[in-house]
């Protein structure tokens, strides 16, 4: 026989076998995602990091333009302002070349985004610029290179600097743009000669070396804020999921509950109807009202019927009042009553299923109890639910006492307790729910529904008491249906009649 794991176990081998599954699904999902990918990373991810490309070349194209022209001015000094303008003209004639492709992408969809034809053209378009700065280099062929060597060190470090921070979430483009000039100066410097243009192209370098880092690391920073987002998305969305698939797994629950609500009170006319007539013939039979019978066993038969007839009427009337109660439709008939008196009545009436079994049956009252005010039916059915089950479970020769006291509140309660076999403390919380059933009632033949203790729990909270149960294997049960101070008729508050009085004073002169 195959294990079957138990109720609230957790099936191991199950779990294993789906962990896997949904992992290996993952690992192939990345990898396909890597391999279509120009970074490297995922393809869904490409077009957020060359969105932000594509925003930060526009939105720096003035502000670029502006340090061109500044430098190209600057340089004038040193320069034929002919040969700047010209420098300057061809860099941002690039720059707006490299705005346009980035204009473009802009226009784009999502949907029609292709990576590595994007990728190329953004090289393509840097490289260009990346060479338009790289003719600064040129100044030298019509000016003195010793005065030039510092305003091409700080040009080509401007140059590094901004194109690094516009191009940071595009590795190649952010090399392609900074590397042409960095190369060009660096080289220029070293022919030159001298300690001095040495150190220059040096710094250049390393400073080359610095900002395409810093944009590496800008880059990695933006792909993990992106990566952030799209889980954080992610999460929303399998919330929003879970949330639609509760809502409905709620609407079924709920047209399943007024489904069982009708046809509980469909079946109780038509159940109920012919039960009452075998009850009520099979009684005639018992009780021989018509003649003996002429087989003795005719009688037998008949009283078995009878109680058959009675335990089928007494389940379909639990089942009604359950349904009833989780409709929200049990309405309380309240009255003042006397939980002593119910409580005596209730006794009676079990009497003589304890006694059949040989238990004793104890019944214990406090001093002085007040009266309560509550439903009498349904607290009727409270005691002899709890009475009902303690003799039930309750071995030959047993203990069963009732009590009926004052709560350390100030309420009342009733208390049933048994010498009986008890309830193994992980059982307890199956026999409170609704047709649950311990292991002790499923090898008695006095088996019931499993309704008793949910009804007698729905019972109390609507009269807003409280239910407890205490229970250890081989020291019996106790069972305590509390009702509130509230309820109790010396803690009301009195009923105070006010009267008019008219008060005539009249002053003798």
């Known amino acids: 026989m195959p294990y079957q794991p138990a109720s609230g176990e957790v099936d191991v081998r199950s779990q294993m076998g789906r962990e896997p599954k949904g992992n290996a699904q993952k690992t192939v999902l990345d990898a396909r995602q890597r391999l279509t990918s120009s970074s490297g990373t995922r393809s869904s991810y490409d077009f957020e990091l060359m969105n932000e490309y594509a925003s ?49 992408f802009k226009s784009i969809t999502p949907a029609k985004f292709n990576a590595s034809q994007w990728t190329t053209s953004f ?28 305003v091409m060190f700080a040009m080509v470090l401007v140059c590094v600097a901004a194109n690094a921070v516009a191009t940071r979430t595009l590795p190649p483009a952010t090399v392609m743009s900074t590397l042409p000039a960095t190369l060009t100066v660096s080289i220029n410097l070293i022919a030159l000669g001298g300690t001095l243009n040495y150190t220059l192209a040096a710094v250049t370098l390393c400073g080359e070396i610095f900002f395409v ?27 929003e999921e879970a949330r639609h698939m509760s809502d409905e797994a709620r609407r079924h629950a709920e047209q399943a509950n007024i489904a069982k609500s009708q046809f509980l009170a469909t079946m109780s006319h038509e159940l109920r109807t012919p039960l009452n ?17 002429q087989v003795a066993q005719y009688k037998e038969y008949a009283g078995d019927i009878h109680s058959s007839g009675q335990h089928l009427l007494n389940l379909i ?11 929200g439709k049990y309405d309380l008939n309240e009255e003042v009553v006397s939980l002593v008196d119910i409580a ?54 047993g203990k069963v006492t009732l ?10 309660l009733v208390s049933v307790k048994d010498n009986g076999p008890g309830i193994p403390e992980e059982e307890i919380e199956t026999v409170l729910s609704s047709f649950g059933q311990g292991s002790l009632a499923q090898k008695t033949a006095e088996q019931g529904a499993g309704l008793g203790l949910p009804i007698v729990q729905k019972i109390m909270e609507l009269h807003q008491g409280r239910f407890d149960l205490f229970s250890k294997l081989r020291f019996g049960t106790e069972v305590i249906a509390t009702f509130p101070r509230a309820r109790v008729m010396d803690a009301l508050a009195p009923v105070v009649e006010k009267k008019n009085r008219l008060e005539i004073y009249s002053d003798v002169g």
């Open 56 to 104: 930060a070349r526009l939105n720096g194209a003035l502000p670029m333009a502006v340090i061109v022209m500044i430098l190209a001015l600057m340089s004038s000094f040193w320069v034929p302002a002919l040969f700047t303008a010209l420098w300057a003209g061809l860099v941002l004639l690039s720059l707006t070349a490299a705005v346009l492709v980035a204009r473009r």
């Open 123 to 150: 090289v393509a378009a840097e490289t260009v610029y990346g060479v338009a700065w790289s003719a600064l280099a040129l100044f030298t062929l019509v000016a003195s290179p010793d005065a030039l060597a510092a």
């Open 213 to 239: 880092f810093l944009a590496r690391q800008m880059h990695a920073s933006e792909l993990e804020t992106i990566t952030h987002q799209a889980e954080k998305d992610s999460l929303i969305n399998e919330l």
């Open 277 to 293: 007539a075998i009850i009520g013939f099979s009684e005639v039979l018992k009780s021989e009202l018509l003649g003996p019978h």
């Open 317 to 327: 009337n639990e089942l009604l009042d359950l349904s009833r109660i989780e409709a």
């Open 344 to 397: 005596e009545d209730c006794r009676r009436m079990m009497e003589l299923r304890a006694k059949s079994k040989g238990i004793e049956l104890v019944f214990n009252v406090g001093n002085n109890l007040p009266r309560l005010w509550g439903d009498e039916r349904a607290i009727r059915q409270v005691v002899l639910n709890l009475l009902s089950n303690a003799i039930k479970f309750t071995p030959q020769s």
């Open 403 to 412: 009590i009926v006291t004052r709560s350390g509140d100030g309420g009342q």
